[in-house]
């Protein structure tokens, strides 16, 4: 009853309601910060709940979450009114988020509305950079619609010092204080996660809805092969040799729409750049053998993404592992996965009743085990040639 309990407060904490519509209109710049953290936010829930954390590795990245939680802004609450195109997107968001807490399975209804909300939000953040705005924090280089005026010459992020452009969004997200603190408490998620969640978290990307792979906790690093872009792969070899001039025009135009999405700030060479490389990838694709396609769709599936600068070292892995692990909020979500624990039903060890042993019914190396198996199985774990 107490994760129900929790459950319905986190809903509830996270749900726009009716209410803030009749409320002030909130700053443009308010609303890109709110829609950045439901992004992250999301990401967050996603990784955590993908990544089949164990009790102990739970409490204590909740505990580092707490710390950092202590030095950052809170995260935005919903209140206040978003006018225009922005508002369907938030209410969207803020849907999706309490239906992965309710479970991995998104409707698939509500993933095409999200993919929707995605493009359009990415559109509203294109079209507000702008360079030499006097403002502090996002409005530095965004500018709301009603102050686009034809003075103002529109920018991508080429235009703007990209460490800048960074830190300006984690000291969004976490304040300086919070951001220092991010930075220092990250060396300890190594000695928190495993090797291999380690693995899985840096190939980890932010992701709204999860890919199928993130349903499976041993794969949630592989948010690049989601389901969409294998079948956009198959659906490529599908078409006619005779349609395929004139399908991949359309194609590669989707691809630079996907790319802004992606990346809202992606100048126009870089957007071309990334598009044509795409159209590459599907032209090998189309080349490829049945049984040579099925080898290495999952690596063609990555290819599709954008070209990342390769992290430097471990410090850099480890702060990108906390930016989603110790998102402010997140303590919430720690608690709720507690408990979700705290209810999974134990397995019964397994029993050998002595009065009924049988043996098997043959022997290897002088070594005779339990007929059908069983824990009383001698020389149990040693390779049948007897070494170790």
Not at 134 to 152: E, F, M, Q
Request: charged residues 25%.
């Amino acid at each position: 009853m107490r994760n129900l309990r929790l459950l319905a407060c986190w809903l509830a904490a996270s749900a726009c309601v009716a209410a803030v519509a009749a409320e002030t209109e909130l700053p443009f710049e308010r609303q890109l910060y709110e829609l950045g953290y439901q992004i992250y936010h999301t990401s967050a829930i996603n990784l955590i709940q993908g990544l089949n954390l164990s009790a102990d590795q739970i409490t204590k990245l909740r505990a580092l979450t707490v710390k950092i939680e202590q030095s950052a802004p809170k995260p935005p609450i919903c209140a206040g009114n978003f006018a225009g195109k922005l508002g369907p997107v938030r209410q969207t968001y803020d849907e999706l988020g309490r239906e992965l807490l309710k479970g991995p399975d998104v409707p698939k209804a509500l993933e095409a509305r999200v993919g929707a909300a995605r493009m359009t939000e990415s559109s509203e953040i294109r079209a507000s950079l702008h360079k030499g705005v006097n403002g502090k924090g996002c409005a530095t280089c965004h500018v709301a619609p009603g102050d686009r005026g034809s003075d103002l010459q529109a920018h991508d992020l080429s235009h703007f010092d990209q460490r800048a452009v960074f830190m300006g969004h984690m000291t969004g997200l976490y304040g300086l204080l919070g951001t220092y603190n991010l930075a220092k408490e990250s060396n300890e998620i190594p000695k928190i996660l495993s090797d291999s969640q380690m693995a899985l978290v840096g190939q980890f990307s932010c992701c709204l809805v999860p890919p199928q792979d993130l349903k499976d906790p041993a794969r949630v690093g592989q948010a690049a092969v989601s389901e969409q872009k294998l079948q956009l792969l198959k659906g490529v070899r599908a078409i006619p040799e005779s349609a395929w001039g004139f399908s991949k025009k359309i194609i590669e135009k989707k691809a630079e729409d996907l790319y802004i999405a992606i990346s809202p700030g992606i100048s126009n060479a870089d957007r071309s750049t990334e598009a044509q490389r795409a159209m590459g990838v599907l032209e090998k694709t189309r080349k490829l053998s049945d049984v040579e396609f099925e080898l290495q769709k999952e690596a063609l599936a990555r290819e599709l993404d954008r070209k990342q600068t390769p992290t430097a070292n471990d410090s850099h892995k480890n702060f990108y592992a906390a930016m989603f692990l110790l998102l402010p909020g997140n303590t919430a979500l720690y608690d709720l996965q507690l408990q979700k624990l705290k209810q999974q039903p134990v397995a019964a060890a397994q029993k050998t009743d002595l009065n009924k042993i049988q043996g098997a019914d043959h022997c290897e190396n002088g070594q005779c085990a339990l007929k059908d198996g069983g824990n009383l199985q001698p020389g149990a774990g040693k390779p049948k040639d007897g070494k170790q």
